[in-house]
T-cell receptor, first 113, second 113 residues
């Protein structure tokens, strides 16, 4: 969906480091979802933020965290990186009012070496 | 957790042919979405379905929300080269977005000239 941006496009880190990924939503979308797309595993739900609060998280350890800012942009932080964290991380802002389509950004490709 | 079985895993078809793919769930979903993902990009929303039995079209694409709420299918008529990509079904259990989306593993569509 035009307007959803993620940065950086690519990120290379070493095991044990921390990574910060950013997402800027479409205007008017107050919710944001984060997904991990690892090779062979499909898209897995990570986190859901709405109105600045973490509302739900998927089956991921606490070293995956994030936040949502007053302008509804969002960050995903991954601490103590492990090799298996290498994946495409996608944010998906979502509208409200009963329509739950999620519009994905282009993703950040995280490589952990 | 929720499981979505998407089939077929891949399809090799001739340009101009019609395509059909489907998803089944072990439990009820209240929202079904279909996405297409091209290499290096995030998934793009194709069709969203909110009611059991709903049949929705988007150009050459048609999708239906199964009556049992446990399945959905996507048809593509008269395929063209730009239809190549990976198609994902996705469902929301709560319908309110709180659980994120559960994704199928994708159908890889390959069109032979």
């Amino acid at each position: 969906e035009a307007g959803v941006t993620q940065s950086p496009t690519h990120l290379i880190k070493t095991r044990g480091q921390q990574a910060t990924l950013r997402c800027s939503p479409i205007s008017g979308h107050t919710s944001v979802y984060w997904y991990q797309q690892a090779l062979g595993l499909g898209l897995q739900f990570l986190l859901w933020y709405d109105e600045g609060e973490e509302r739900n998280r998927g089956n991921f350890p606490p070293r995956f965290s994030g936040r949502q800012f007053p302008n509804y942009s969002s960050e995903l932080n991954v601490n103590a990186l492990e090799l298996e964290d290498s994946a495409l991380y996608l944010c998906a802002p979502s509208g409200t009012g009963g329509r739950y389509e999620q519009y994905f950004g282009p993703g950040t490709r995280l490589t952990v070496t | 957790g929720q499981q979505l079985n998407q089939s077929p895993q891949s399809m090799f078809i001739q340009e101009g042919e019609d395509v059909s793919m489907n998803c089944t769930s072990s439990s009820i979903f209240n929202t079904w979405l279909w996405y297409k993902q091209d290499p290096g990009e995030g998934p793009v929303l194709l069709i969203a379905l909110y009611k059991a039995g709903e049949l929705t079209s988007n150009g050459r694409l048609t999708a239906q929300f199964g009556i049992t709420r446990k399945d959905s299918f996507l048809n593509i008529s008269a395929s063209i080269p730009s239809d190549v990509g990976i198609y994902f079904c996705a469902g929301s259990y709560t319908g309110g977005g709180a659980d994120g989306l559960t994704f199928g593993k994708g159908t890889h569509l390959i069109i032979q000239p």
